[in-house]
């Protein structure tokens, strides 16, 4: 990492902290501002790329040539798309477990779905869509060097060979995209982990202190190492697929499958044996089980593509962890259901026999006619 990156990083590192003061709800104005800026500034360095290009450029229609490589066909066609699938899922495996972290601020139950179902979708299909027409077309009129993939590589490379007016260009888009992902950090990462360690020790930790604590951990870790080449960028993102993916499907079998959308809310509030969810010591033995059992498939293919100099196995293998975001969530989700079917869980299908609030002056859990 040089200097001036480290001090770039620093600086972005320093401005997000402030804003880890903020409640959750209240992320949702900056969240729409710099979601709309940033859609300006990247249909801006669209059409300039394709204005500038004349056509969609030479990595759409002869990437083999571009890369060196021979066309993918076949088998190894397939097997490459299936692992494209799962780092795409990667990149979202972490918003799928946390999603309810900020869904439950809607203003009614369902709200959310409309966004999902269409909008991310959307978005993520018309980002690809942009990023590699974008990159064929900066291929066209920067032949020299290595492919911008990078943003703010393809920005550099603006400001370096651009004529008058593009520094100024080049400050306002890095500026719409630096807001978004200081918005993206702030509320994905910090705030996202805040909760995490807030449900983890809530006597000691609340939202904002664990988002402190993430801040610092994120700096321990060296994250600029991750973007030294793409592909340990995309080992590092189909990770997440590996290790969240069975988290996944045990918690949608166990809500969907096991308990059947019936939960006794008031028993997630009690923090000793006399609640049906305290198990052992609050800890449930049949998840570990469970989620060992889902990502060990995948573990030699990930180990070989984190490490692929020191580390080779067989070809059935690395097509595992291909699969891995697919194959650990049904792997794990068939067998917690099997788990529970042989030792079903305490006080299931049990509910509440009436619905119960949390009273903000008492901080408790009260029967709602007691609210009434």
């Not at 480290?6 to 900056?30: D, N």
């Not at 500034?41 to 004349?54: D, E, P, T």
């Not at 202190?209 to 060296?222: H, P």
């Not at 291909?322 to 006080?347: D, E, K, Q, R």
Request: charged share 15%; net charge positive; with cysteine.
């Amino acid at each position: 990492m040089k200097t001036n990156e480290f001090i770039g990083f620093i600086v972005f590192w320093l401005v997000s902290l402030p804003l880890f003061l903020l409640r959750p709800e209240q992320y949702r104005g900056p969240a729409v501002f710099s979601s709309a800026i940033v859609i300006v500034a990247a249909f801006s360095i669209f059409i300039w790329a394709l204005a500038k290009q004349g056509n969609v450029g030479p990595l759409w229609h002869h990437p083999e040539a571009i890369y060196g490589v021979a066309p993918l066909t076949g088998a190894r066609l397939s097997w490459a798309m299936m692992r494209l699938v799962t780092s795409g899922i990667g990149g979202w495996a972490g918003g799928i477990l946390y999603q309810s972290d900020f869904s439950r601020y809607s203003a009614k139950p369902g709200y959310q779905i409309w966004g999902q179902v269409f909008v991310i979708p959307i978005c993520l299909l018309g980002t690809n869509i942009l990023g590699i027409i974008t990159t064929s077309c900066a291929r066209g009129f920067y032949p020299e060097g290595k492919l911008l993939w990078k943003l703010y590589d393809l920005l550099e490379a603006i400001q370096m060979h651009g004529g008058k007016g593009a520094r100024a260009a080049v400050f306002f888009a890095a500026f719409a995209f630096f807001l978004s992902q200081l918005c993206v950090n702030v509320v994905a990462c910090g705030v996202v982990g805040g909760m995490d360690l807030a449900a983890l020790l809530p006597r000691f930790i609340n939202i904002r202190r664990g988002s402190f604590i993430i801040a610092i951990i994120g700096l321990c870790i060296n994250p600029w190492r991750i973007l030294n080449t793409a592909n340990s960028f995309i080992a590092a993102i189909s990770g997440y697929a590996v290790f969240l993916g069975p988290l996944s499907g045990i918690m949608i079998a166990e809500y969907y499958i096991i308990r059947r959308r019936r939960v006794k809310l008031s028993h997630m509030f009690i923090s000793n044996s006399s609640s049906d969810y305290w198990y052992w010591h609050g800890v449930n033995g049949k998840a570990p089980v469970a989620w060992v059992l889902g990502v060990w498939l995948s573990m030699p293919g990930f180990c070989a593509s984190v490490t692929p100099l020191a580390v080779h196995v067989s070809t059935t293998w690395v097509h595992a962890y291909y699969m891995s975001w697919l194959l650990g969530f049904f792997l794990s989700g068939a067998i917690w259901v099997g788990l529970n079917t042989m030792w079903p869980p305490v006080g299931l299908d049990d509910v509440d026999e009436f619905p119960y609030l949390w009273d903000e002056d008492k901080r408790e859990i009260v029967d709602e006619k007691e609210v009434e």
